[in-house]
């Protein structure tokens, strides 16, 4: 059974810090793109940040360049967010997606809120 499993996420005040983990199982993790969306209330769900299989290449969203790192270790068939400097307008559902050709993975996404 496929499952890929979100957490790290909270509230946590403008400037600071969190660490989003995405755990996956149930396919061949390695040979997966994966990506980092989120979806903001009245918003539609956008592409933060992106990661190859194998190789490791990355790409962002501009808004989000320079404060999030997109990594992965195919060890533990996980995939990381880490996200500096927060600011309220990151704030959202953030969902972790696996790709391979035709298929396409989903978790059921965790909550992050910047708020002071």
């Known amino acids: 059974q496929v499952q890929l499993v979100e957490s790290g996420g909270g509230l946590v005040q403008p400037g600071g810090s969190l660490t989003l983990s995405c755990a996956a199982s149930g396919f061949t993790f390695n040979k997966y793109m994966l990506y980092w969306y989120r979806q903001a209330p009245g918003k539609e769900r956008e592409l933060v940040a992106g990661i190859a299989n194998f190789g490791g290449g990355t790409s962002y969203a501009d808004s989000v360049k320079g404060r999030l790192t997109i990594d992965r270790d195919n060890g533990k068939s996980t995939v990381y967010l880490q996200m500096n400097s927060l600011k309220p307008e990151d704030t959202a559902v953030y969902y972790c997606?696996?790709?391979?050709?035709?298929?396409?993975?989903w978790g059921q996404g965790t909550q992050v809120t910047v708020s002071s």
């Open positions: 997606n696996a790709r391979y050709m035709d298929i396409s993975y």
